[in-house]
Structure formats: C-alpha cells, structure tokens
C-alpha cells in the first residue's frame, strides 16, 4: 500500500523547535519530489517547502525560509522538516505530500504539473507558551 | 503569485451545475491543478494541467482556462461532492493556493 505517515508534531513554545519525519512506503521514494503542505485551524491550504528526488534543490515559502530546512533520506525513504524559531502562526497541521508530476501538454509543448497525489495524515504543530 | 478564488462559498442542490474560478495575477499557462478536501481528511487531486482529468476522478468534474482566469465545473453536484475545493498554481516558486471554496447543501 502506497503511504506516508508523519510524525514528530507537538506543542513547543516560541522560539523553539521540531524536526517532522515522514515515513514512505509502497512506492519508489527516491523517484519523486515530496513536499510539506500546512493547514492552520479552520483555514485553508498553504505549500511550505518542496524537495527534488536526489535532493539537490529545495524551494520554500517566503514565511519559513531560513528558519525551515527540508531533507530527506532516500535510503531510509523518509523525509524530513526541520523547523527552527518557531512562531504562534506556524501552528498548524503538517502534511507530508508526494508529487505525482504528471506530465500535460500546452501549446504544444510537455510540462510537468503538480499534482499532489499521496497525503499523509498530517502531523499536528502547536506552538504557544 | 497571487490566486484569487470565488466565491468563498456557495450553496447548492444536488443535481446542480457548480462553477468554481481562479484568477491568478499574472499569466501562469496552464500551470494550475484542483483539490478537493473534506472535512478531517487529506486533500484529493481532481485536475491538473488546468484541464486534465486525474485517474479515478468522476468526470462530471472538469476545468478550463481563459488566460489567467481557471474554472472547476462540476457538471451534476452529488452528495459526495459536497466539499471545499482549492486551486493551486505550480508555474513559480512560491506554489500559491487559492483562498477555498466551500460547497456546502441547500
């Protein structure tokens, strides 16, 4: 079975920090980007940080960069975000998220697309004194 | 990039015909994909590509795109469907989600 489970969420206090895990399984690991996508309570989705299959490129939103750092470990399919001077609005729900990529044309020419296709259960950060 | 998505929520009939639209604030090609996620549960890929049906989606679902303005048509609203649905644009770093859109029963 194809899956992702998170682990590694709590309650910490400002300024303080969490490394997140995500465990794969059922697939090739290695052959994909996976991302990290938060939700906050009651609000909609926010995409924080993306990592290519050899993990030679990273990407992030402009709110966790520098603070965030997303790795993984292709040999023991797991990825991982490490998020360092945390703030009361990084509370949220994490999630783990694989890239599908599929491919589409337009103007006639080929383009990868984002289309997040495998979600873990999410991983709850809380953060408050 | 900027995705403007309307309205925030809306209330329907099964049966019914639902248009959900994003406009992103510069041009972004076709570089935009739809979610649907309800209530406690992972967000679920519908469409990519702006226009590509995903594999096991119904297809009373679909997209479209004029210039930088995307549309999710949900030809015959069904009880499942009742959900909030995300835009999402993959052309530029940072990815951008739209707002949501709440589609709830009437």
């Known amino acids: 079975e194809v899956q992702l489970v998170e682990s590694g969420g709590g309650l910490v206090q400002p300024g303080g920090s969490l490394r997140l895990s995500c465990a794969a399984s059922?697939?090739?690991?290695?052959?994909?980007?996976m991302n990290w996508v938060r939700q906050a309570p009651g609000k909609g989705l926010e995409w924080v940080a993306n990592?290519?299959?050899?993990?030679?490129?990273?990407h992030y939103v402009d709110s966790v960069e520098g603070r965030f750092t997303i790795s993984r470990d292709n040999a023991k399919h797991s990825l991982y975000l490490q998020m360092n001077s945390l703030r009361a609005e990084d509370t949220a729900i994490y999630y783990c998220?694989?890239?599908?990529?599929?491919?589409?044309?337009?103007?006639?020419?080929?383009?990868?697309?984002?289309?997040?296709?495998?979600w873990g259960q999410g991983t709850v950060v809380t953060v408050s004194s | 990039i900027q995705m403007t998505q309307s309205p925030s929520s809306l209330s329907a009939s099964v049966g019914d015909r639902v248009t959900i639209t994003c406009r992103a604030s510069q041009g972004i090609r076709n570089d935009l994909v739809w979610y649907q996620q309800k209530p406690g549960k992972a967000p679920k890929v519908l469409i990519y590509g702006a226009s590509n049906l995903q594999s096991g989606v119904p297809s009373r679902f679909s997209g479209s795109a004029s210039g930088t303005d995307f549309t999710l048509t949900i030809r015959s609203l069904q009880p499942e469907d009742f959900a909030t649905y995300y835009c999402?644009?993959?052309?530029?770093?940072?990815?951008?989600f739209g707002g949501g859109t709440k589609v709830e029963i009437k």
């Open positions: 998220v694989r890239d599908e990529a599929p491919r589409y044309f337009y103007g006639g020419s080929a383009y990868y697309s984002s289309a997040f296709d495998i």
């Open positions: 990592i290519k299959q050899d993990g030679s490129e990273q």
């Open positions: 059922g697939f090739t690991f290695s052959s994909y980007w």
């Open positions: 999402l644009q993959d052309y530029d770093y940072p990815l951008t």
